[in-house]
């Protein structure tokens, strides 16, 4: 492969050859849209850190999940916000919670759409932390009993998949034994499996009021120093019986997602997190360079290193730009 014998720009020339040698495509079917769910009727308030996004109202939320299947995705990923919280984060498995309405009605009104729901109690606490709190520490032991318990109230309620993402030990394992217990074996389980303590979660923790009063995450989230220890995590949640794993979040981390592709033959999702979505957004705003093309770049980004699934704030726009109807 020496030039002049070998010129790799024979095959760049037009559009028609790099459309031929093209390794990475990216589709609607890889792109899974999150929604804000708030209580209410007819409220949608735009996030500031998030331009695009909403705090929506279970009718609007009905509205944006046909539109996101309408352009050919094929699931949402359902995060809501309560109008209580408390030390127990009771509100994530109430019957009648927030979630487990707007889940509901979308599986009534929206067909052909997968809905996901997010597994955790961070937006529930009065504390903001995503496990209960026993002496200033994170009780890894008493939450599963309660992640499990959300998790049940979802598939109740309509779910079609439960995605964990506190982080906690062991719950995997906890909510698959819980699910089949009461029938739900067919429910599949996408773990949060390598979720980092990451500040590009920033605007997503405004969004979702879950910043917690003290302290911070990182003694449940993993440290953004490490990626051995991401596979240790994913092939613990694969015995306890992920469907799924999840790298999170995905630009920073490519390195993480290739890893564990190259190293597993299970499904990978990626998080295109709120911060990621946040710094593409500002900077196109500001004119300093062009958002659509650097989201685009991004998402195929995230394929080529491995995932099978992105999870984006950008999946109606990028469903657009891949030619989705309307
Ligand atoms: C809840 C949760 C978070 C995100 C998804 N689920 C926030 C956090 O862990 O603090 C972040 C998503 C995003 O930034 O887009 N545990």
């Known amino acids: 492969?020496?030039?002049?014998?070998?010129?790799?720009?024979?095959?760049?020339?037009?559009?028609?050859?790099?459309?031929?040698?093209?390794?990475?495509?990216?589709?609607?079917?890889?792109?899974?849209?999150?929604?804000?769910?708030?209580?209410?009727?007819?409220?949608?308030?735009p996030i500031p850190s998030m331009p695009g996004q909403f705090q929506m109202s279970i009718d609007y939320l009905v509205k944006e999940a046909r539109l996101a299947r309408d352009v050919?995705?094929?699931?949402?990923?359902?995060?809501?916000?309560?109008?209580?919280?408390?030390?127990?984060?009771?509100?994530?498995?109430?019957?009648?919670?927030?979630?487990?309405?707007?889940?509901?009605?979308?599986?009534?009104?929206v067909q052909d759409l997968v809905v996901i729901t997010d597994v955790c109690l961070c937006q529930y606490t009065d504390h903001g932390h995503c496990g209960i709190v026993?002496?200033?520490?994170i009780d890894n032991d008493a939450t599963l009993d309660l992640l499990a318990r959300t998790a049940l109230s979802h598939a109740q309620a309509g779910a079609d998949m439960v995605a964990p993402s506190d982080m906690m030990d062991g719950r995997v394992a906890e909510i698959r034994d819980t699910l089949d217990e009461n029938g739900f074996f067919s429910i599949p389980i996408m773990s949060y499996a390598a979720k980092y303590s990451s500040s590009f979660y920033g605007p997503f923790r405004q969004a979702a009021r879950s910043a917690p009063l003290f302290g911070d995450r990182r003694t449940y989230q993993m440290d953004p120093a490490n990626s051995l220890e991401a596979v240790r995590e994913v092939t613990m949640d694969i015995e306890e019986g992920a469907d799924i794993v999840m790298v999170k979040p995905a630009i920073p981390y490519l390195d993480v997602i290739y890893r564990i592709r190259e190293e597993f033959d299970f499904p990978i999702a990626a998080y295109n997190v709120s911060g990621e979505y946040a710094m593409i957004k500002a900077a196109d705003q500001l004119g300093w360079l062009d958002g659509r093309q650097?989201?685009?770049?991004?998402?195929?980004?995230?394929?080529?290193?491995?995932?099978?699934?992105?999870?984006?704030?950008?999946?109606?726009?990028?469903?657009?730009e891949l030619g989705g109807s309307t």
Do not use: C, H, W
């Open 1 to 45: 492969m020496i030039f002049p014998d070998y010129r790799p720009r024979r095959l760049r020339q037009n559009e028609t050859f790099r459309r031929m040698i093209r390794e990475t495509r990216l589709s609607v079917d890889d792109l899974i849209l999150p929604l804000f769910v708030i209580g209410g009727r007819n409220v949608k308030n």
């Open 72 to 109: 050919g995705i094929p699931a949402i990923m359902i995060f809501g916000i309560p109008e209580k919280k408390d030390a127990f984060g009771s509100q994530a498995y109430a019957k009648d919670g927030i979630v487990q309405r707007a889940v509901k009605s979308v599986k009534d009104k």
């Open 134 to 137: 026993q002496d200033g520490v």
């Open 294 to 320: 650097v989201m685009m770049e991004a998402l195929t980004a995230i394929k080529r290193a491995g995932a099978d699934l992105i999870l984006t704030y950008f999946a109606v726009e990028a469903a657009r």
